[in-house]
Structures are given as structure tokens and as C-alpha cells.
T-cell receptor, first 112, second 113 residues
Framework: DVKVTQSSRYLVKRTGEKVFLECVQD?????MFWYRQDPGLGLRLIYF???????EKGDIPEGYSVSREKKERFSLILESASTNQTSMYLC???????????FGNGTRLTVT | ELKVEQNPLFLSMQEGKNYTIYCNYS?????LYWYRQDPGKSLESLFV?????AVKQEGRLMASLDTKARLSTLHITAAVHDLSATYFC?????????????FGKGTHLIIQP
């Protein structure tokens, strides 16, 4: 069974802090994704990566960056957290061209 | 810009009834995905529809795809309480499968005894 593991279930950070959200998958998937989920807005794609050291902007990349140094690990970085980044963050992975996406359990981030 | 629209966004129904959730999308994609999310949990894949006319069934849920109409439906037959959840449809963003999915806003389904 595919396992996508997000390092934290809940995080509370202060405005202006640098925040790292970590995601690891164990199925050798090429693709990895970061989404955020907000009530009434559904899931929105922040960034994705189809290979090590490759990254592409999704629909809402502003205020975020990512890092993929190893195939199994994809990190989302909030350079200077703001209150409007309070959200549920979901990591997902898949093989190229083969779906569905496999999701982690999510990290609920609160920025105060 | 790719748009994926679900309706209804909220549905309260009684056990034993039938209902359909609709998913319209604006691209020419021939792939569509349905997911389920329980409260406080992550998304679980339900169906992958890969061509026009595709139909998939699992228990009381049946999904279909009409790529010409850019419409997918998720039909619930004789609903039971355990099917209460939020259901999302999603479509390929493009890029040969590497670009991820665009999701609808979700249909929050409550099934009451």
C-alpha cells in the first residue's frame, strides 16, 4: 500500500516565522504535490515536482517555495508565515501519467 | 483557466433514497477522478474514469463520464449513513499526467436515518 507521510499533524506558528512542512512517500513516485484545503474553496495546488530538483508553480504559489532534494521527499516552505496561510496542507504523490494521487493525512497549520 | 464545478455543494438526504452529484469541467480532458473525504481525514480515491462512456461501480456508488458533455456524475443508490462524507471530483491539469489535478469544491453529503 502506498504511504505518504506528513511529518506533523498540527502546527502552530507565529507571523513572520519560517515554516517547513515535510512529506515523504515510499512508492518511488516521480510526481509530488502540495495542496492547501480551505472551507468553501476545495483543494488548490501550490507547487508540484516531477523529478528531483525540479519544481513547478501551481495555481497559488505566492508566499511559498518548495524543495525536492531526494525523490521520496518534498518540502513546502513558508518563507515568512502570515495569518492568511492558516490552512490544511495536503501532500500527494503519483507516477507520471498514472493516477490517482495518493494523499498524506494533512498538516493543519495555524499562524497566529 | 481550467474550472471544475460540482453541484450541489451541500446535500442532506435520507437513508434509502437515491441521488446524483454532478461534476462539470471546462477542459477537453478524458480523465476524471472521484475522491471521498471523511471529517478530519485525508482524501481517498474512489473512482478513476479514463475514457468517454466509462462507468465504474463500487457498492452503492456509481460514477460515469461523458467527455463530450464534459460531465461526470456520481450516483448514490439507497443511501446509508456510512456514505456521509465530502465527495470531490478532479480533472487532469494537463502536461501528460505530470501536472496534478484540479479539484471541484466538494459536495458535503449528510445522510440521515
Amino acid at each position: 500500500d502506498v504511504k505518504v507521510t506528513q511529518s506533523s499533524r498540527y502546527l502552530v506558528k507565529r507571523t513572520g516565522e519560517k515554516v517547513f512542512l515535510e512529506c515523504v512517500q515510499d512508492m518511488d513516485h516521480e510526481n509530488m504535490f502540495w495542496y492547501r484545503q480551505d472551507p468553501g474553496l476545495g483543494l488548490r495546488l501550490i507547487y508540484f515536482s516531477y523529478d528531483v530538483k525540479m519544481k513547478e508553480k501551481g495555481d497559488i504559489p505566492e508566499g511559498y517555495s518548495v524543495s525536492r532534494e531526494k525523490k521520496e521527499r518534498f518540502s513546502l516552505i513558508l518563507e515568512s508565515a502570515s495569518t492568511n496561510q492558516t490552512s490544511m496542507y495536503l501532500c500527494a504523490s503519483s507516477f507520471i501519467g498514472v493516477k490517482p494521487l495518493h494523499f498524506g493525512n494533512g498538516t493543519r497549520l495555524t499562524v497566529t | 483557466e481550467l474550472k471544475v464545478e460540482q453541484n450541489p455543494l451541500f446535500l442532506s438526504m435520507q437513508e434509502g433514497k437515491n441521488y446524483t452529484i454532478y461534476c462539470n469541467y471546462s477542459t477537453t480532458s478524458d480523465r476524471l477522478y472521484w475522491y471521498r473525504q471523511d471529517p478530519g481525514k485525508s482524501l481517498e480515491s474512489l473512482f478513476v474514469l479514463l475514457s468517454n462512456g466509462a462507468v465504474k461501480q463500487e457498492g452503492r456508488l456509481m460514477a460515469s463520464l461523458d467527455t463530450k458533455a464534459r460531465l461526470s456524475t456520481l450516483h448514490i443508490t439507497a443511501a446509508v449513513h456510512d456514505l456521509s462524507a465530502t465527495y470531490f471530483c478532479a480533472v487532469d491539469r494537463g502536461g501528460g499526467g505530470a501536472d496534478g489535478l484540479t479539484f471541484g469544491k466538494g459536495t458535503h453529503l449528510i445522510i440521515q436515518p
